[in-house]
T-cell receptor, first 111, second 114 residues
């Protein structure tokens, strides 16, 4: 059974204080690892897809990395508008693109 | 493109009532999905479809039904609503072309069963 564990559950940062969110996974044949951002009362918004160990992707203050067992979402010099829940999901090979999600990390960035 | 749209945004049901959650996408995606999200839990897959006329169960299908008569629409039917179906429901779509299988989500339907 595919599993995704995210840590920490919640993280409070001051503006400019960099940190990382962790996503550990077990999957039978990784097809892709996805990061989404979810604001309160909204649907998940796609951020990144990573396909193989060693791959990295960046978008503004966010950088996602992937190893064979986990992924990190690095947040550099965060701003209050980065406050959201960040979701990690894995897609196994041959599963009609189905995703298995973690429970998310709730990030709050304060001034 | 509007992307994935869902109606209604919010609904209160009494126990035993039925309703249909609507989902439409205008991206010509083949695959569509229904998830539910409960507090402190990850999104759980209810049903999915790989094309018109083809549907299959996900992780938590009990108490729900789906149909897919067109590429654009993927309604989710709740029969005999129960308090355990109180949740936020998200529809998503994707298309497996060019190695990109990203799922795009709608804004969600919040359902309260009393």
């Amino acid at each position: 059974e595919d599993q995704v564990t995210q840590s920490p559950e919640a993280l409070r940062l001051q503006e400019g204080e960099s940190s990382s969110l962790n996503c550990s996974y077990t999957v039978s044949g990784l097809r892709g690892l996805f990061w989404y951002r979810q604001d309160p009362g909204k649907g998940p918004e796609f951020l990144f897809t990573l396909y193989s160990a060693g791959e990295e992707k960046e978008k503004e203050r966010l950088k996602a990395t992937l190893t064979k067992k986990e992924s990190f979402l690095h947040i550099t010099a965060p701003k209050p508008e980065d406050s959201a829940t960040y979701l990690c999901a894995v897609q196994a090979a041959g599963t009609a693109s189905k995703l298995t999600f973690g429970t998310g990390t709730r990030l709050q960035v304060t001034l | 493109n509007a992307g994935v749209t869902q109606t209604p945004k919010f609904r209160i049901l009494k126990i035993g009532q039925s309703m249909t959650l609507q989902c439409t996408q205008d991206m010509n995606h083949n695959y569509m999905y229904w998830y539910r999200q409960d507090p402190g839990m990850g999104l759980k897959l209810i049903y999915y479809s790989v094309g018109a006329g083809i549907t299959d169960k996900g992780e938590v299908p009990n108490g729900y039904n789906v149909s897919r008569s067109t590429t654009e629409d993927f309604p989710l039917r709740l029969e005999l609503a129960a308090p355990s179906q109180t949740s936020v429901y998200f529809c998503a779509s994707s298309t497996p072309t060019g190695g990109q299988e990203t799922q795009y989500f709608g804004p969600g339907t919040r359902l309260l069963v009393l």
